[in-house]
């Protein structure tokens, strides 16, 4: 008789099918968002006239999915992918920006991915969250500057930059951790580390 081997235990940071599917059906919800967002959005232009940083306390909605999904997968690249899923179906349906919505998407997802790298994607406390986030809106906040604001003055640039790192840190990570808090409390997240 033969004896039959016991599988390899599973790598920690191997995908699952279900966590490519959470991730992308987070990217794909939050893509919907961006598109819809972007209408709301553009609504507070008016603001930017007498209020520059107005429309950045907002900013964080677009950094959701780099947070998000890596809090609740926990696997490496899940902040890349799940903000360019949201990205791309954003410019699919649309996006005021156009192709330059992939860009800010990779850049804010990639930012991300560097602080849960560095923290070999094990800590996931407040702190961790909030400078992944604050990384995030970084990242937008440069890529922003070059592309769409560089007219504007540096103090309004640097205020642009904490009224996003603001954002990111009320919307994205408190708003992430409540979230992933929710959706766990539901039990749609059982078999996922928390």
């Known amino acids: 008789m033969t004896a039959i081997a016991n599988p390899a235990p599973l790598d920690p940071s191997q995908w699952?099918?279900?966590?490519?599917?959470v991730t992308a059906i987070i990217g794909v919800a939050f893509g919907v968002v961006f598109w819809a967002w972007?209408?709301?959005?553009?609504?507070?232009?008016?603001?930017t006239t007498t209020l520059p940083v107005a429309r950045d306390l907002l900013y964080g909605v677009w950094l959701?999915?780099?947070?998000?999904?890596?809090?609740?997968?926990r696997k490496p690249g899940a902040a890349l992918f799940a903000e360019?899923?949201?990205a791309g179906?954003?410019?699919?349906?649309?996006?005021?920006?156009?192709l330059d919505t992939l860009l800010s998407g990779f850049v804010q997802g990639a930012a991300a991915e560097l602080v849960f790298a560095f923290t070999l994607y094990r800590l996931w406390s407040l702190p961790v969250v909030a400078v992944a986030a604050v990384a995030s809106a970084a990242a937008a906040w440069i890529h922003d500057w070059v592309l769409y604001y560089a007219d504007?003055?540096?103090?309004?640039?640097?205020?642009?930059?904490?009224?996003?790192?603001i954002s990111?840190?009320?919307?994205?990570?408190?708003?992430?951790?409540?979230?992933a808090r929710s959706l766990r409390r539901t039990g749609v997240l059982e078999g996922f580390p928390g």
């Open 38 to 47: 972007g209408l709301v959005y553009g609504a507070f232009e008016p603001l």
């Open 64 to 73: 959701v999915p780099a947070v998000l999904a890596p809090l609740i997968i």
């Open 89 to 98: 179906v954003s410019a699919l349906l649309g996006s005021a920006w156009g």
């Open 84 to 86: 360019m899923v949201a």
């Open 152 to 165: 504007y003055a540096i103090d309004v640039q640097v205020a642009r930059g904490i009224a996003m790192a």
């Open 168 to 179: 990111a840190i009320a919307i994205v990570a408190v708003g992430s951790i409540a979230l």
């Open 16 to 21: 699952r099918t279900r966590d490519i599917l």
